[in-house]
């Protein structure tokens, strides 16, 4: 069966590797220069975060995110089992118990056993949450590993290829362009994501550290080399270009309230892009005869990926099949 895969962010290589493993002959259409030149996915933490997530996300959230990091171990390296820690600052004690309230799979921990963890957050917060059994991955590497092997297999990848799916010459088109689907897509919005990276020599973390707050909490996901991601913002706009000059304040100021050696830190790069959710935040596959939209994983990316991509495979595989996530829509 010839599959063309419109889009190389994370749901669309994701879709690509299920689709190639299972013998279909996959073509990539991408309409950036390079992997990630288009994609929200270049700018995402990386969290396989599932438990975390229910604090605000959709059963179906929790449970299809439980696949993501064994997918990703198989699939690509760099992995990292070390779970999260969730910390508040005293006077924000109430917000640490109101997610723990609406998680689960974590252990409460006091301020000797958060320094265990992050010795250099020792002293730093008497109180924390841990999600031992959660992962996280550097999204750039990620992204690039599967590129990486899906040319190894033979599947051809078209760069500066701004192509109309419906248009394509293949038995099934998979439609994973995310915002740039809304012509065909009308109830799907954009939802603005803003990151910072960060590169300081004076703190070590092993894990990703949410920092809550009431009004806007944050995330810092350590990579290599002395690199920390600090996000997002959720802000509900499709615009994807600038950062305000309040998220900025918003991320520098959360980064320092974990540790103040982030105020010397250097900013490496600034991130902006729009997400794609539909209004209940779930995503969706939505099949128009031989067209399969793959789309609106808002802030879940490389949590859902896996779990969108088997399924999207089944659909793609037997037409016959109906997938957790489908919706069926006339030609």
């Known amino acids: 069966m010839t599959v063309a895969v419109v889009g190389a962010g994370v749901v669309g290589l994701a879709c690509a590797t299920e689709l190639a493993a299972r013998g279909a002959q996959v073509t990539i259409h991408e309409r950036g220069s390079r992997i990630g030149a288009a994609a929200c996915s270049w700018y995402a933490g990386g969290m396989l975060a599932p438990w975390c997530e229910g604090e605000s996300a959709e059963e179906p959230v929790i449970r299809l995110g439980q696949e993501a990091a064994g997918w990703w171990e198989r699939h690509a390296d760099g992995v990292v089992r070390q779970g999260t820690l969730v910390v508040a600052p005293s006077r924000d004690r109430s917000e640490l118990r109101r997610f723990g309230q609406r998680t689960s799979h974590f252990e409460e921990i006091d301020g000797e056993a958060v320094a265990g963890l992050e010795p250099d957050l020792a002293g730093r917060f008497s109180r924390g949450l841990f999600f031992a059994d959660e992962a996280h991955l550097d999204p750039r590497k990620a992204i690039a590993a599967l590129a990486e092997r899906l040319l190894a297999k033979g599947v051809a990848v078209h760069f500066d290829s701004a192509v109309e799916p419906a248009n394509l010459d293949a038995e099934i088109v998979l439609d994973c362009r995310g915002l740039s689907a809304r012509d065909v897509l009308p109830d799907l919005r954009g939802v603005k ?139």
Not at 275 to 288: I, Q, V
């Open 193 to 331: 994501g803003e990151m910072l990276l960060l590169k300081s020599d004076e703190v070590r973390l092993s894990r990703p550290v949410r920092l809550l707050h009431p009004r806007i909490p944050l995330y810092i996901v350590p990579r290599a080399g002395g690199i920390f991601m600090v996000g997002a913002t959720m802000i509900e706009s499709g615009e994807r270009s600038r950062i305000s000059a309040r998220s900025m304040l918003e991320l520098l100021g959360a980064a320092y309230a974990l540790h103040p050696a982030f105020g010397e830190a250097e900013v490496v790069e600034i991130g902006t892009d729009a997400r794609p959710a539909f209004p209940d935040n779930l995503p969706r596959l939505t099949r128009r005869g031989r067209v399969i939209h793959v789309n609106g994983l808002y802030r879940h990316g490389f949590l859902l990926s896996p779990a969108m991509a088997r399924m999207a495979a089944d659909a793609v595989m037997n037409p016959q099949s109906r997938p957790e996530m489908l919706h069926d829509l006339a030609a």
